[in-house]
């Protein structure tokens, strides 16, 4: 049985597949020639496996996700935003229409803002983490928002956080030119909240985040053949191991890895020359 109320199952289940698909080449196999397009630093592989006792297989895994993980988060944004296109009073402008926002909440019968009473409109402007934006670009939205509540008295706007510091709905108040502002109507607010102000229903991101595993799970499942990558970096890395005049396999493997980032310097070329 569905448990959301607010969207269906099948605009949930589509969405989470529309990220998914986000991701594209990041869901591409890494071979040993893209796991070194960027050339890694062998000495910090080197010293994460001996430090963090691991193996080649989890370090060479471990440095595949990170690299994969780089870009990722734009993906995790697109989810953030986009699913307020299927809840009700919400749309999702395109990219820089409608004064940029990322999402538009409209309600006829009032939202209600606490500490000030009731607006018909809040215009939103998404973050990721409460300290991903410098002071110019804090100074940059907290001006739009001012133009904003000037062009329309009956709005609020809000810097809607996913990861907030704590669960929350305050005013927001920042610098601009070297001097603390702040207004009633422009607030700082946790995802959680957003979503019990749009949906009616206070524990909304809970229930979603609770349904969430098992969609993309099946998501995933749906998908399968198309987006599961299979590396094969390790497996290239044993092959140029086994070729080394070492006595251990670790050893000849971290000769490989060596090799990959000083493969040109005096002593690794052409071997142990």
């Not at 734009?74 to 999402?103: A, L, M, S, T």
């Not at 080394?244 to 493969?263: K, P, R, S, W």
Request: one cysteine or more.
């Amino acid at each position: 049985m569905w448990k959301l109320n607010f969207i269906s199952e099948e605009d949930f289940t589509n969405h989470v597949k529309s990220t998914i698909e986000k991701y594209g080449e990041k869901l591409e196999s890494f071979d040993l020639k893209r796991f070194n397009k960027n050339i890694i630093d062998p000495i910090k592989l080197i010293f994460d496996k001996i430090v963090y006792q691991s193996s080649w297989d989890e370090i060479v895994s471990n440095e595949i996700f990170r690299q994969r993980d780089k870009s990722n988060n734009n993906d995790i944004g697109y989810f953030h935003q986009r699913i307020f296109q299927y809840i009700k009073n919400c749309h999702v402008p395109q990219n820089g229409e409608e004064g940029g926002w990322d999402v538009v909440y409209e309600n006829a019968d009032g939202i209600a803002i606490p500490e000030v009473g009731i607006v018909r409109t809040v215009y939103v402007e998404m973050k990721n983490k409460h300290n991903t934006m410098n002071s110019a670009s804090a100074s940059k939205t907290f001006i739009k928002m001012q133009n904003q509540l000037l062009n329309d008295d009956d709005c609020a706007c809000f810097l809607v956080e996913t990861i907030a510091q704590n669960s929350q709905n305050i005013k927001w108040e920042t610098t601009v030119d070297k001097k603390k502002v702040g207004h009633k109507l422009i607030r700082r607010v946790s995802l959680d909240q957003f979503y019990a102000i749009v949906t009616g229903q206070e524990n909304a991101f809970y229930q979603m985040c609770m349904t969430l595993p098992s969609v993309i799970e099946k998501a995933v499942k749906e998908l399968d053949g198309t987006i599961v990558p299979h590396d094969t970096v390790i497996d290239e890395l044993k092959e140029m191991a086994a070729k080394q005049n070492v006595a251990t396999e670790d050893f000849a493997i971290a000769m490989a890895v060596y090799m990959l980032g000083f493969g040109s310097y005096k002593g690794f070329y052409c071997g142990n020359d």
